[in-house]
């Protein structure tokens, strides 16, 4: 049983949800494909096909909108990466699958348009101010799933360092990955670092 | 015994190489505070104190500025990294100070310059051209200089992965580095890994 004012209020929410998914997800093609200073919400709201006005009401500055976006994209990438390390076999080669879906995680396009926003922010006050609490909070969720990944025990000195040279590592990767392909390398050093990690973690 | 010639020459090539030097430090001061985009030629030879003229004969576009001046400033700190390397000294923690050396040679203004110019290469296919193989060889350099201050020997098998995974790593770690000041973390993340380079190149 519905009411008339309900059976209208969903599709218009849903209406609304999609056009917003729509503005962010053409906003981190953009920043991807144009980087941060070729990305204006003129383009974005022509290639998401929604009118100026309703771009302007969701996100009323270019700055709303490439946060935003980023972090749409980011959580979207976040449940996806939780998804699939979930289905990962246990085993002996547990660490280096772990190491391979983070290093895919970071090489990814969405690692350009969060990497376009940084760098971005670096000199930007306004931009910072709400990157920095993006960045933080985005770090912290990823730390998590990675103890939760390798199964380390960050109670014993040493692992919690282990852990963020673990991030800091595919960071640096995804960055050496941006203007080259890069992934042949990368997939031996990673197997190299799992080799450290199952020795380390032990 | 010099000719006139001689005597003239030599003050105009050293005018010449201290004019040049000064639009490359403004360029790398420009990129550090204003980013890639926020970068003009006018604006680098008024902080300078160099006419248009001369900085368009030197340098005709902003492509040729940015990336000389971070070819210039990357040659110039590797060279003091060098030096400093070589003044390490031997002992237990050798290891730890080489990576707090490289650390901070990736958290520098130098980096984020380049930082500056990587990103912008991605999106600018003309700029990329001169910004790969500059990445190529400063690469190459710097991994020398690593397997060098770290004594390792790369003929044994996993120990060049090692290597690229250290310098991934400090890159990752300049990268966090760029939107906070990240050193107390980084100090600890890199004595963990001095520890486990310790062991794996002994």
Excluded: Y
Excluded at 112 to 126: F, G, H
Excluded at 130 to 143: D, F, N
């Amino acid at each position: 049983m519905t009411t008339a004012a309900g059976a209208t209020r969903v599709p218009q929410e849903e209406r609304t949800r999609v056009m917003r998914a729509r503005l962010l997800e053409a906003t981190v093609d953009c920043l991807v494909e144009r980087g941060f200073a070729g990305t204006s919400t003129t383009l974005v709201s022509e290639r998401a096909g929604v009118s100026r006005g309703a771009q302007l009401h969701h996100f009323p500055t270019k700055n709303d909108l490439v946060v935003a976006a980023v972090e749409h994209l980011t959580e979207k990438r976040g449940a996806e990466l939780a998804a699939a390390a979930a289905a990962l076999p246990d085993g002996p080669r547990h660490t280096r699958a772990v190491m391979q879906m983070l290093g895919d995680h970071f090489a990814s396009p969405v690692f350009n348009a969060a990497l376009e926003l940084w760098v971005a922010a670096r000199t930007d006050a306004q931009l910072l101010a709400a990157v920095g609490p993006l960045e933080q909070r985005v770090g912290r969720e990823t730390h998590r799933l990675t103890v939760e990944l390798l199964g380390a025990d960050e109670s014993v000195p040493g692992v919690r360092e282990l852990v963020q040279a673990t991030l800091d590592l595919v960071r640096g990767l995804g960055l050496a990955n941006t203007i080259t392909d890069d992934a042949h390398r990368r997939g031996r050093i990673l197997d190299r670092w799992a080799d450290v990690l199952d020795k380390e973690l032990a």
